[in-house]
């Protein structure tokens, strides 16, 4: 099997042809996405019989809660290579899906105040899956700080990466806290084996929701790694080349 592709892609000059290329094939299809979804969810879905019209704070709170966890594991996933296999792009990645992550965690902390509110009475309360949530957006924090504590980049590449990698036990903590401890935070409702606890009129907003913020990330992750391998190979004769163009 022919190997060659994966070195050419952990290549920067590479990788950085690449991400330009592809951006704006994710970008303008996640906003397309999030506006369908957006319209499906706000004007087109029936309000639910027991949480009336207060329920459709699900499609920003869901997908954004759902990437908290996604760009965290592909932070941890790439501080890992970069650990394992010394990869200075992986470890270029790790730190462009740093603060991505943590806008969607600061999304779904705020979101589900917002909506916790009028159904729980109150703005915060110290449930499981919230304060694992919170913990997730001072994982974000912490390894941003790290990062930049450190002068030396590799130094502060391989420290920022054990952290996230440590932080990676959170992750599963998030997911079945609502079976392990009594929580106020509902269970699963479109993951769960067998028909989902939602009908498909308000389904299938969310759905492309889920599908839109997914793309989102993607495209914002490739702008920034663009950014981060600008900074890392700022002094590369490719990049002159590439930038004189």
């Not at 589900?112 to 919170?134: F, I, Q, Y």
Request: hydrophobic content about 55%.
């Amino acid at each position: 099997m022919d190997r060659t592709w994966l070195h050419k892609l952990a290549s920067p000059p590479h990788f950085y042809r690449i991400a330009g290329r592809l951006a704006p094939w994710l970008g303008w299809p996640a906003l397309a996405l999030i506006l369908i979804g957006l319209y499906g969810g706000l004007v087109l879905a029936p309000a639910d019989h027991q949480q009336g019209e207060g329920f459709r704070i699900l499609y920003v709170h869901a997908p954004s809660a759902w990437l908290s966890m996604l760009v965290y594991a592909t932070l941890a996933l790439a501080s890992g290579i970069g650990l394992i296999w010394r990869i200075k792009l992986a470890h270029a990645v790790a730190l462009a899906a740093a603060p991505i992550g943590a806008w969607f965690t600061f999304v779904a902390l705020a979101t589900g105040s917002l909506w916790g509110k009028p159904m729980w009475g109150t703005w915060w309360v110290w449930d499981a899956r919230l304060t694992a949530e919170l913990i997730l957006l001072f994982l974000y924090l912490g390894f941003l700080a790290l990062h930049g504590a450190i002068d030396d980049t590799g130094r502060a590449d391989r420290a920022a990466a054990v952290l996230a990698l440590v932080g990676v036990i959170n992750l599963p903590v998030i997911h079945y806290s609502v079976y392990w401890w009594n929580t106020l935070h509902q269970g699963a409702t479109i993951t769960k084996l067998g028909k989902p606890s939602i009908t498909f009129d308000m389904l299938w907003p969310l759905l492309v929701m889920l599908t839109g913020f997914t793309l989102c990330f993607a495209a914002l992750l490739t702008r920034r790694v663009q950014a981060e391998i600008l900074r890392r190979e700022r002094d590369a004769a490719w990049l002159r080349a590439e930038l004189a163009r």
